[in-house]
């Protein structure tokens, strides 16, 4: 059996999806109106609802997200 490879993430999953919905808006706008665009925006919206749950999850006491 073949061994997975491993390494180790340099950054928090927060700053990541912080990071690629970031990269997703600017991309999204220098692409002309239509499906393509809505699809870039939409999973940049994905990312950063991730980050949030993602830092509500790990925040102390599991407030609810603002």
């Known amino acids: 059996m073949r061994e997975r490879r491993r390494f180790k993430q340099i950054d ?9 919905a970031e990269r997703l808006r600017k991309e999204a706008r220098g692409t002309p109106p239509g499906y393509e665009r809505d699809q870039l925006i939409r ?24």
């Open 12 to 20: 928090s999953l927060d700053k990541r999806l912080s990071e690629n």
């Open 43 to 66: 999973r940049a919206q994905q990312a950063e609802t991730a980050a949030r749950l993602s830092e509500w999850l790990r925040s102390p006491g599991l407030r609810p997200p603002e």
